[in-house]
């Protein structure tokens, strides 16, 4: 007996193989992995299902099938991975002299630029008075691209309000010139104020390419000012640190 040219199992290969390339668009990592894996597991279901093919040709078609996918997941899953991660998340301060070492890491294997950090209030208490803001000498580095400035400038800078488009709530923006492969960063908050205040913090943006620096703005690159601008509406308090003297 003719085996039917199209059969149910190929109508599976072909719901799997609609799966694999949706899985290529962008969605949810959880999306992507779930068309991925239904992908590896119809299309084989219709070449299996071939008995006129070369058995060899059904295992290797399958083979190639499940491990093509497999490699997409595992590039879907990298590129969903955070780049660059601040810890804590959330920081709840109670009484003056409470502290919090935020570190800001680049867990990748390549150099990241403007890296912008946001910190807000997670309601309107508390101003900028409240804190002082510190940054340790060994998380600031000279502005790459300047090393004949006097002072130099160095890869760490801030701003500050009562943001408008959150509410007057407290925000803090800070920018970090250049992360190198695996480098910790460090911001010190010391709290001087008896309110509790909570205050999240996330990263908001980076770059995997090098930005040049801006000849209009000393100790920043171009990409970090419209972010700045948009949070703060220009009535924002700054911040420029350099290395305690010796």
Same mark, same amino acid.
């Given at each position: 007996?003719?085996?039917?040219?199209?059969?149910?199992?190929?109508?599976?290969?072909?719901?799997?193989?609609?799966?694999?390339v949706g899985g290529m668009s962008d969605m949810p990592l959880t999306l992507r992995i779930t068309c991925f894996g239904l992908c590896a597991a119809c299309m084989p279901v219709?070449?299996?299902?071939?008995?006129?093919?070369? $058995?060899?040709?059904?295992?290797?078609?399958?083979? $190639? =099938?499940?491990?093509?996918?497999?490699?997409?997941? @595992?590039?879907?899953?990298?590129?969903?991975?955070?780049?660059?991660?601040?810890?804590?998340?959330?920081?709840?301060?109670? *009484?003056?002299?409470?502290?919090?070492?935020?570190?800001?890491?680049?867990?990748?294997?390549?150099?990241?630029?403007?890296?912008?950090?946001?910190?807000?209030?997670?309601?309107?208490?508390?101003?900028?008075?409240?804190?002082?803001?510190?940054?340790?000498?060994?998380?600031?580095?000279?502005?790459?691209? !300047?090393?004949?400035?006097?002072?130099?400038?160095?890869?760490?800078?801030?701003?500050?309000?009562?943001?408008?488009?959150?509410?007057?709530?407290?925000? @803090?923006?800070?920018?970090?010139?250049?992360? *190198?492969?695996?480098?910790?960063?460090?911001?010190?908050?010391? @709290?001087?104020?008896?309110?509790?205040?909570?205050? =999240? *913090?996330?990263?908001?943006?980076?770059?995997?390419?090098?930005?040049?620096?801006?000849?209009?703005?000393?100790?920043? !690159?171009? !990409?970090?000012?419209?972010?700045?601008?948009?949070?703060?509406?220009?009535?924002? !308090?700054?911040?420029?640190?350099?290395?305690?003297?010796?």
């Amino acid at each position: 007996m003719d085996e039917a040219k199209f059969k149910w199992q190929d109508a599976i290969g072909i719901v799997g193989l609609l799966l694999g390339v949706g899985g290529m668009s962008d969605m949810p990592l959880t999306l992507r992995i779930t068309c991925f894996g239904l992908c590896a597991a119809c299309m084989p279901v219709s070449f299996v299902s071939h008995k006129n093919w070369p $058995v060899a040709v059904r295992w290797i078609a399958s083979i $190639v =099938v499940v491990a093509l996918m497999g490699v997409l997941i @595992y590039f879907a899953i990298r590129s969903a991975s955070p780049i660059v991660d601040v810890t804590p998340e959330n920081m709840t301060f109670i *009484s003056a002299g409470d502290t919090y070492d935020i570190k800001v890491r680049n867990v990748s294997d390549e150099d990241v630029y403007v890296v912008e950090l946001l910190i807000r209030a997670k309601d309107d208490v508390g101003s900028e008075d409240d804190f002082d803001v510190e940054i340790p000498d060994e998380s600031l580095h000279e502005l790459e691209g !300047r090393p004949h400035q006097n002072p130099p400038a160095y890869d760490v800078n801030a701003l500050s309000c009562k943001a408008a488009e959150a509410g007057k709530r407290l925000t @803090y923006l800070f920018a970090i010139d250049h992360m *190198s492969p695996h480098e910790t960063r460090h911001i010190v908050l010391n @709290y001087k104020a008896g309110k509790r205040l909570d205050l =999240v *913090s996330k990263i908001i943006n980076f770059e995997t390419a090098q930005v040049p620096i801006s000849s209009l703005e000393g100790t920043s !690159r171009t !990409r970090s000012i419209p972010l700045q601008e948009f949070a703060c509406g220009g009535m924002a !308090r700054g911040y420029i640190f350099r290395p305690k003297p010796r």
